[in-house]
């Protein structure tokens, strides 16, 4: 553990820059890790030495993409006479309206689907990454979705409830839908969850009813994806608007 230094952290932190390409905030990420490894080293007394004394963790804010509702719609209303698109716009269009993550779209299966007391369907499923269960309503859009595949060959073969594919054929087909929808945004599986938030966090959704759905422990991780649109800006300052019109 001796060569576990101030200079191996800085070299470890050029590594993961240079050679594996992360970004500023999946650095820190990673230097995270590798300081509770030491803290637990100096605990037990297996080094001398804090590698970590003097470094500050510097993150920076994420951009990350969302569609507008107005685009959203777009993209549902866009007849594909491509198969293959149809089917990926409607996945996509699933994850808008449901939150749900790539690899948890890949393992959603009937018994997620569930219905409660008083008729009202629900996803309830644990999330392949955390293991936290997320409790989303199941909407009129989505529900249509499932349907619409329920005899798909994919789905009764593997016992899924879309048949979804690769996640690099995924994105590389949402680049062909955005292109034909017009739209200037990257469309990856990520925007559409992102997307989620943003689109009920301007529906008047709670911060913390949309951490339940998205299946967040933590409160924080929910603020890094919602964000404060526009729109919303303009119906909150409408009061104060009015009191200093001219």
């Known amino acids: 553990m001796e060569n576990i230094n101030h200079q191996f952290v800085e070299k470890f932190e050029y590594f993961v820059k240079t050679e594996k390409g992360c970004a500023q905030n999946a650095t820190v990420k990673y230097l995270k890790i590798l300081k509770k490894i030491t803290t637990l080293a100096l605990t037990n007394k297996w080094m001398t030495d804090n590698p970590f004394s ?78 936290n269960m997320c409790h989303i309503p199941l909407l009129d859009i989505p529900a249509m979705i499932i349907e619409k595949y329920k005899n798909h060959p ?53 911060m913390e009813t949309i951490a339940k759905m998205l299946g967040h422990s933590d409160i924080r991780t929910t603020k890094i994806y919602a964000k404060v649109l526009d729109t919303t800006i303009s119906k909150e300052m409408v009061g104060m608007k009015n009191k200093f019109s001219i």
């Open 154 to 206: 994919i789905c009764l073969q593997k016992n899924m409830v879309l048949p979804v594919p690769s996640n690099q054929r995924m994105n590389s087909y949402l680049k062909e839908i955005a292109d034909l929808c017009g739209i200037t945004k990257t469309l990856t599986t990520h925007v559409a969850r992102h997307s989620f938030a943003c689109i009920a966090l301007a529906n008047k959704v709670s």
């Open 54 to 131: 003097g470094i500050k963790f510097k993150q920076t804010q994420s951009n990350r993409d969302f569609l507008t509702e107005k685009e959203l719609h777009s993209i549902m209303e866009k007849k594909f006479d491509i198969p293959r698109l149809e089917i990926v716009r409607d996945i996509f269009v699933f994850c808008c309206l449901s939150g749900l993550a790539f690899t948890d779209i890949q393992h959603l299966k009937s018994e997620h689907i569930i219905e409660d007391a008083n008729g009202e369907r629900w996803i309830r499923k644990a999330r392949e990454k955390t293991n």
